[in-house]
Nanobody, 128 residues
Framework: QVQLVESGGGLVQAGGSLRLYCAAS????????MGWFRQPPGKERAFVAA????????NFAGSVKGRFTISRDNAKNTLYLQMNSLKAEDTAVYYC?????????????????????WGQGTQVTVSS
């Protein structure tokens, strides 16, 4: 089973940028379609972005489209989330996840139930 560790979160002013990292160990990252989710205070976990095994396909939540970019470096076993033009409503704990079921190369998973391995999360706080 793959283990995931997020990093890169922190406090940033509205309009600023952050880059989140998700380091995978135990299994090669290229075996998994990957995703980012977030959980704001007092709310449920929600989909942010997802990417296929080899990075050819991506999907974004409407609230982040055009501001966030998801990418992966399978050689470095690392998933990224570049977040630009941050808003106060982006404040949340951000989680990366790996889809552990058999998946075609270009499949993008957007539902939390499709993912079997999760990191512990990293806090992102955007001050207005």
């Amino acid at each position: 089973q793959v283990q995931l560790v997020e990093s890169g979160g922190g406090l940033v002013q509205a309009g600023g940028s952050l880059r989140l990292y998700c380091a995978a160990s135990g299994r090669t990252l290229s075996s998994y379609a990957m995703g980012w989710f977030r959980q704001p205070p007092g709310k449920e976990r929600a989909f942010v972005a997802a990417i296929s095994k080899i990075g050819g396909s991506t999907n974004f939540a409407g609230s982040v489209k055009g501001r966030f970019t998801i990418s992966r470096d399978n050689a470095k076993n690392t998933l990224y989330l570049q977040m630009n033009s941050l808003k106060a409503e982006d404040t949340a704990v951000y989680y990366c996840a790996a889809r552990t079921l058999l998946t075609s190369s270009n499949y993008v998973a957007t539902a939390a139930k499709e993912y079997g391995s999760w990191g512990q999360g990293t806090q992102v706080t955007v001050s207005s």
